[in-house]
C-alpha cells in the first residue's frame, strides 16, 4: 500500500475531504448504528445458543456477513445484496417450552438506516431508538440545499414513501404518555434480570474477598447475561489456579470488555468473546506490562513540556479502553511530530505557560477539535505545525470552556444526587454526549414536574439520553430536551 506524508495544508485538504465522503454516504453512524441494533443482538448472539453448535455457528457466520454488509455501505454507500439466517427463541408461554426458529432476512438497501431497520422488523423489535435518529441530508459543499424531486417511479421501484403522497409528520410525544406505555416494560424487564444480578453481586463478592481485586467492572454493551456468564467462567479459572492468578490480580482492578490487554490505566481486561485459556496467556504476561506503565508518565511530560507545560489527560470514556501499548505508540508519533516543530511554538506559544490547559491523544486519527468541556483532542498523526498553531488560536476559548465547565460539574453533581434521592431512583446517569449544563437542566425539570408524571420511578434506573427506550436489563432512558408532561 502507498503511503502519503500529507502535511500543511494538504492534510487539511485531506480531513476536509474525508469528512465530505464521511457526511455524504452515512445516514446512521458508527455509534448510532451500534445503539439501533442492541435489542437485535441480544436474541441472536451466539452465547445464547451454547447447547446448539449448529445454531451457533449460523448465527456467528450471519452477524459477521451483516457487519461487513454495514461496513461497506457505511464507507462506498453499496453493497452486495445478501440473504442472512439467524435462529432465535421465540417467547415462552407459560405451560410449553418452543424449539429455536429461524429467520431469513434479504438485505438489498443501499442505505444503513434502511437496513436495520429491516433487521429489527424481521424480529418484531421496537424502532423507538431508530425514530429517534434524525436523518440528517448534507449536500456537498457548492450544492443547493433542497429535496430531490424524484420521479413518482422511484418510489414505486423502491418502495419508500413519496412526501409528495403523504406529507409526513413527527408525534411529539411527552414524558407523560411515554411512561404511562412503557413503565411496566421497564417493571417486567427489571425483575426478570434481578436473579442474574445477584449472581453477578456474589460471584464478584467473593472474587474481591479471596483474590483482593480492588474493582470488577462490565465495560460491554451486551448486557448483564453475558456479565454473569463471564465471572462464572473467570471464577472457575480462579478455582482452577488459585494461587497464579491470585497473585496477579491482588490489588489490581479486573474488567470484562470487548478486548484483553492491559489498559492504559492499568486495569486488567479481559475480552468477553474470549475462552478463558487466553484469559490465562494474558495473565501470565501481565507482569511484562509494568515497564510500559511506568513509561506513559515520563512521555507524558515530555509531550507536556514540548507544549508549553500544557496537562496531559488520559480521558475516560464508557465501554472505549485504550491499552497501555496502544497508547504508548501514539505518544511515541505525536512526540517526534512535535520535536521537529520546537521554533512554531516559540514563536505561535511564546513562553506562555499552558497548564490550565488540558489536551487529550485521542487515538491514531480523527479530527483535531476542542470538545464541550474545553479539552483539546488530538489525533496521534496530525502534523506538529498544525497542533502547535491551533492551540495557538484556541487557548483563551479553552479558557473559559474549563472555567465555565468547573462550576458547572459541581453543580450537575449536586443536581443528579437531589433528582435520585427526589425520585427515589436506584441509578441515575447520562451518555457521554449529554453535555453537564443539559443534564442540569433536565433534572431540575424531572423534579419540579414530577407530579405531573402519572408513575412512580421509585426503584427504577434512568438514564439520560437524546432519545426514548426501556432496555433489555430495565434502564429506561429519556431524552435531555423532553417534552413537558400533561394532564390531558
Known sequence: ????????????????????????????????????????????????FG??????????????????????????????????????????????KPALQSVNISLASRDVRDTVKTVLSSFHLPLDYLSSVPHKPSPASGQPDRPIDWHPSYYAATGKQDPRARPSSTVDISLRSWLLKNIEKSHSFLESVQSTKEDI??????????????????????????FRGCVKSFYRLYTEHPERVGGILKGRSLVFSNSTG???????VLSSEDVPTYWMTLLMSVRSYEAVLERLPL???????LLNNIQIVRRKRKHHL??????????????????????????????????????????????LALCPTGQFLVPASIPGSILIDYIAKHKQEADKIIRDMESCLRQEQEVVTFCQAELELSALSKDESVTPQQMVDCCQKLVDEAWLLGVSLK??????????????????????????????
Not at 516559540?346 to 506562555?352: A, E, H, I, R, Y
Not at 426503584?459 to 394532564?487: A, N, T
Open 322 to 367: 485504550v491499552m497501555a501499548e496502544e497508547y504508548e505508540l501514539l505518544l511515541n508519533k505525536l512526540l517526534n511530530s512535535l520535536r521537529r516543530c520546537q521554533d512554531a511554538a516559540k514563536t505561535k506559544l511564546f513562553n506562555n505557560d499552558l497548564s490550565h490547559l488540558q489536551l487529550v491523544v485521542e487515538g491514531e486519527s480523527g479530527p
Open 1 to 48: 500500500m502507498l503511503k502519503v506524508s500529507l502535511t500543511g495544508a494538504r492534510w487539511i485538504a485531506h480531513n476536509k475531504l474525508i469528512q465530505h465522503v464521511q457526511v455524504t454516504v452515512r445516514h446512521l453512524n458508527v455509534q448510532e448504528t451500534a445503539a439501533a441494533l442492541r435489542p437485535f443482538y441480544f436474541v441472536v448472539h451466539p452465547d445464547l
Open 201 to 226: 453481586d456474589r460471584l464478584c463478592s467473593a472474587l474481591q474477598v479471596s483474590i483482593g481485586l480492588s474493582d470488577i467492572r462490565w465495560e460491554s454493551v451486551w448486557g448483564f447475561s453475558h
Open 262 to 268: 492491559v489498559s492504559v490505566h492499568g486495569d486488567i
Open 51 to 96: 447447547k446448539y453448535p449448529r445454531e451457533r455457528s449460523v448465527n456467528e457466520e450471519s452477524l459477521k456477513r451483516l457487519h461487513e454488509y454495514i461496513t461497506c455501505l457505511q464507507r462506498s454507500g453499496s453493497a452486495h445484496p445478501t440473504v442472512l439466517q439467524f435462529f432465535f427463541r421465540p417467547q415462552q408461554l407459560p405451560t410449553e
Open 459 to 488: 426503584g427504577l434506573c434512568l438514564r439520560v439520553s437524546h432519545f426514548y427506550s426501556v432496555m433489555q436489563d430495565g434502564e429506561i432512558c429519556i431524552p435531555w430536551d423532553w417534552k413537558s408532561s400533561s394532564l390531558d
Open 299 to 305: 512521555m507524558e511530560e515530555k509531550l507536556s513540556q
